[in-house]
């Protein structure tokens, strides 16, 4: 069996973070959202009892069908002290949701909660452009139009 590990997020905005998600790769409709966290299962969908002795728990879970080949449940789960997100994913799955793919899940998120708060303080996206080998995002400020 491979164990659960927990990685911990600066993710608080559960819409942002399924909007990353999707982002990644994994499909609206593959991905589960639970007030109260449910059970996370292994690749042969037996419930888990490594992180938490009454069993591995998210609140947002791709079930392991959805992530592909012999997986493991991917969840995330609020964590009541921080208010954050952390990621729960397995040893096994770690070569496909590594580092580098939690980086970029990090950074899809932090574009999706820059987007979400200047669309709520009036302003409209205009797009975006390289300059020099870095991205820029052009925005209208609508308050005074």
């Known amino acids: 069996m491979s164990e659960y590990r927990k990685s911990t997020t600066n993710c608080k905005d559960k819409e942002c973070l399924i909007d990353a998600l999707i982002e990644m790769g994994y499909a609206r409709e593959h991905i589960e959202i639970h007030e109260v966290p449910q059970q996370l299962y292994d690749f042969q969908g037996r419930a888990t009892r490594y992180i938490d002795k009454s069993g591995d728990k998210a609140n947002i879970i791709v079930r392991r069908q959805h992530v592909g ?75 005074t139009a």
């Open 69 to 143: 080949g012999a997986a493991n449940d991917l969840g995330f789960k609020l964590n009541p002290e921080t208010g954050t997100y952390d990621a729960i994913i397995s040893d096994y799955d770690s070569s496909k949701h590594s580092a580098t793919w939690l980086a970029g899940l990090k950074t899809n998120y932090a574009e999706k909660t820059i987007f979400k708060q200047a669309k709520k303080m009036g302003f409209k996206y205009l797009g975006k452009k390289i300059v020099e080998g870095k991205i820029q995002h052009q925005w209208m400020d609508t308050r």
